[in-house]
């Protein structure tokens, strides 16, 4: 049986793609060329069948520098930005992963400069060009399915081919903009206790507070979290949950931290 990866380059090899063509035989399928610098990138994935995307780059001499396959389900948009700001361009490819309301995106961001051509990757992404002098990028996280909207978002910038995370509201102005009035918080922690016992044993409710407090620290401002914790948390378990969240909040920072952002 031909395997995934010869499917795919057998499909862009020797299948004539053009942007947003649908195949003659199967509606779903759809195929792209993007032409940036001196490389062809070539996407062809069916939008019916979770990830079955891939992508191949080949140079000016038609040489493959890069192939990967069955990595997303739907392609979005692509633009060429430069992401610091250093007069070369570098390419973000948008691609709908399908999986769950938790992971619906990635971007795929190449730079030509880089002789390896591997790209890093974020999941559940989004590009700001018009907020800081250079473009940043959004990735937003949301928890626990068992509750809804409690959630964080971090901020990222591009430097010596790497993202790094931002942790200076006052040298960023879409980190900034991540700094909410906390009233959408306490209006989902009321709910959550209009509907449930907030200080049962299997109470979900500290997930809403552990999104706030570990929002204010990416901020740089995590007393500001545990002031609202203080403050709004009512129930007697009151020094075991905050433990625990200081456990999972730590935990979680130095994860994002540590991460490069690589193409897995």
Request: glycine share 4%.
């Amino acid at each position: 049986m031909i395997s995934a990866f010869l499917r795919c380059l057998f499909s862009i090899l020797f299948i004539f793609t053009t942007s947003n063509l649908f195949s003659q035989d199967q509606k779903d399928e759809v195929r792209k060329d993007i032409f940036a610098d001196e490389y062809k990138i070539n996407l062809i994935n069916n939008e019916a069948d979770f990830f079955t995307g891939c992508i191949n780059i080949t140079d000016k001499n038609n040489n493959i520098v890069f192939n990967a396959d069955s990595i997303y389900s739907r392609y979005n948009w692509d633009t060429l930005v430069d992401l610091n700001n250093d007069g070369s361009r570098e390419l973000i490819l948008d691609l709908g992963t399908g999986a769950t309301m938790y992971d619906y995106n990635i971007f795929l961001i190449f730079d030509f400069s880089d002789s390896l051509l591997s790209p890093l990757v974020v999941h559940n992404a989004e590009l700001k060009t018009d907020i800081d002098i250079t473009p940043k990028i959004l990735s937003h996280i949301r928890l626990s399915p068992s509750v809804m909207g409690a959630g964080y978002s971090f901020s990222l910038k591009y430097e010596s081919r790497r993202l790094i995370l931002e942790n200076d509201i006052k040298e960023s102005a879409v980190l900034k903009s991540l700094d909410t009035d906390s009233k959408e918080d306490l209006h989902l922690i009321k709910e959550y206790s209009e509907a449930f016992d907030e200080c049962a044993e299997d109470s979900e409710v500290k997930i809403y507070y552990e999104a706030y407090i570990m929002q204010q620290k990416i901020l740089g401002q995590e007393e500001k979290g545990w002031e609202f914790f203080n403050k709004h948390y009512k129930c007697k378990n009151k020094n075991k949950v905050k433990s625990e969240l200081k456990e999972n909040v730590d935990h979680s920072y130095s994860f994002l931290k540590q991460t490069e952002f690589k193409f897995y």
